[in-house]
């Protein structure tokens, strides 16, 4: 008769799934389809503003006031919709880009999904490539919506002065009108970060295997 130690451990020849292959594969699907979706949407999104009216809502100077209030009321206005029959091309241009690089960072955040979403299926969480991918998605989350953001701005400011919302200044003589959200920034530093701790996580995975 032949008897065996059992010490507990999980079998080598047995790679340990973290999250099931099902939900992994749910994920990783969720995240191709909203990528797919939201590209055929910004896809169409710039090819109206060369081939149609675009309704946009641009920038005015804050001190603008409405006018026929009721009740002794005071209020000003900072943005105003209009719809343009025909962008000028450098305008159209400019905001054509802003909408790519906006696309970027959102596709960056998807395929961080879909990349963590297919290493999550086994030990493979902790590795070099991992902190390549979340520091490279959170690099270009950080980038490409800041800058989106920015070109966005410089062209809606450009496009008021243009159809004269704002006839006490001189066309070109304010460059850039308007907010720009530090959310890109904030999520990609804290990716940046995440990076990080995961290079941590890495190494210590591997002193911890030298022990075992």
Known sequence: MKLAKHTGRPSGDKKREVVSRTDALVLMVGAAVIAAVSSVMSVIGIVGLFSGPATLTLPVEPTRKAAGLELGADASFSAVEATIPALPGAEA?????????????????????????????????????????????????????????????????????????????????????????LLPIVAGIALILIAGVFQFGGRLQKDTEGLV
């Open 93 to 181: 241009g400019q905001l054509a880009w802003a909408g790519a690089l906006t696309q970027v960072g959102v596709l960056a955040v998807l395929a961080l999904l879909f990349l963590l979403a297919f290493r999550l299926r086994g030990e493979a969480l902790f590795t070099r490539g991992s902190v390549w991918i979340i520091g490279a998605c959170g690099a270009a989350l950080a980038l490409a919506g800041t800058a989106g953001q920015v070109l966005d701005q410089l062209a809606r400011t450009r496009l008021a002065d243009a159809i004269g919302l704002n006839p006490g200044r001189e066309p070109g003589s304010v460059i850039f009108e308007g907010n720009i959200s």
